[in-house]
């Protein structure tokens, strides 16, 4: 974790360029340099992620299941019965992605199902 870091100090913020990607592809760099929550006497480039690092062992961050309600599943099947020679999917070129299964018989068909409707 501390070592896909990259290190920085108050003069040379150069390595925080805003909007890049870290890289190991957890987030995007803020511009900031902050001290390092793992280890005190460095400082770091501040990252913008929507979850914590995997491997961070900082607990300031954690993550409230609350937050992810909204997110979105897109649910895309398909089944295939050979005997038959039939091919069966939930996507047609008909299928409308702005609605959102919520649970009644009037979105049974709707592909994409938000969080917190599971």
């Known amino acids: ?56 062992e900082s607990i300031d961050y954690m993550m409230n299941s609350t937050d992810l309600e909204n997110f979105t599943i897109f649910l895309k099947t398909m089944v295939t019965f050979s005997l038959f020679k039939r091919n069966l999917r939930n996507i047609q070129e008909t299928t409308n992605f702005s609605c959102r299964f919520d649970g009644t018989a009037h979105t049974a068909d709707c592909a994409i199902i938000r969080r917190g409707c599971i």
């Open 1 to 56: 974790a501390l070592a896909d870091k990259l290190f920085c100090n108050d003069t040379d913020k150069s390595a925080c360029k805003t909007d890049k990607p870290t890289p190991n592809t957890f987030g995007y760099f803020t511009g900031n340099c902050n001290q390092s929550l793992e280890d005190e006497t460095i400082k770091v480039c501040e990252m913008e992620g929507w979850c914590p690092e995997e491997l961070s």
